[in-house]
T-cell receptor
Framework: GENVEQHPSTLSVQEGDSAVIKCTYS??????FPWYKQELGKRPQLIID?????GEKKDQRIAVTLNKTAKHFSLHITETQPEDSAVYFC???????????FGKGTRLHILP | DVKVTQSSRYLVKRTGEKVFLECVQD?????MFWYRQDPGLGLRLIYF???????EKGDIPEGYSVSREKKERFSLILESASTNQTSMYLC?????????????FGPGTRLTVL
């Protein structure tokens, strides 16, 4: 089955700097890659997703890139702000079912 | 706005008790999921359902069962709770018939088994 690895498990960046979180997946048939953000004490919420027919997607300060050949995808947050502090989960999904396999999460700390 | 609700935010039970966790969604979503979230382990899928009365095992189904009698409601059952089932339980739902789609999460139930 699909396996998703996520790195790093913890990341601290200065406010205003960029943050990058990387994930790899094992099943080349995966074609949907969502990213969820979970603030302390709250539910995970989708922040951006990408499908395998595109290589990059951007939404304001957040971007996701996908390299299908290497089977990895990354989340990029630019000009980080205090409210970006949270746990971020990457995930991968196959087209033939709705199971989403999550990475173990990255705890992002934005330092003042 | 999609709304996914869970019956309890916090629950304390004793070893051996039968525990019911309820999840309700109001968006007529076909698919519903139960996860448990533990530090360092991320979100692990317990069971999911594509339709009423239909269920499929996720990655860690042992010790759990589920029930989906109505489309909007998906219940997670711990037949005989054990201390290693102390965890945060998250329900999610998604729309579409067997198509990958955004999952919307409930607020979670923090279960403690003593």
């Amino acid at each position: 089955g699909e396996n998703v690895e996520q790195h790093p498990s913890t990341l601290s960046v200065q406010e205003g700097d960029s943050a990058v979180i990387k994930c790899t997946y094992s099943d080349s048939a995966s074609n949907y890659f969502p990213w969820y953000k979970q603030e302390l004490g709250k539910r995970p919420q989708l922040i951006i997703d990408i499908r395998s027919n595109v290589g990059e997607k951007k939404d304001q300060r957040i971007a996701v890139t996908l390299n299908k050949t290497a089977k990895h995808f990354s989340l990029h947050i630019t000009e980080t702000q205090p409210e970006d502090s949270a746990v971020y989960f990457c995930a991968a999904s196959l087209n033939r079912d709705d199971k989403i396999i999550f990475g173990k999460g990255t705890r992002l700390h934005i330092l003042p | 706005d999609v709304k996914v609700t869970q019956s309890s935010r916090y629950l304390v039970k004793r070893t051996g008790e039968k525990v019911f966790l309820e999840c309700v969604q109001d968006m007529d979503h076909e698919n519903m999921f139960w996860y448990r979230q533990d530090p360092g382990l991320g979100l692990r899928l317990i069971y999911f359902s594509y339709d009423v009365k239909m269920k499929e095992k996720g990655d860690i189904p042992e010790g759990y069962s589920v029930s989906r009698e109505k489309k909007e409601r998906f219940s997670l059952i711990l037949e005989s709770a054990s201390t290693n089932q102390t965890s945060m339980y998250l329900c999610a739902s998604s729309g579409g018939l067997r198509t990958t789609d955004t999952q919307y999460f409930g607020p979670g139930t923090r279960l403690t088994v003593l």
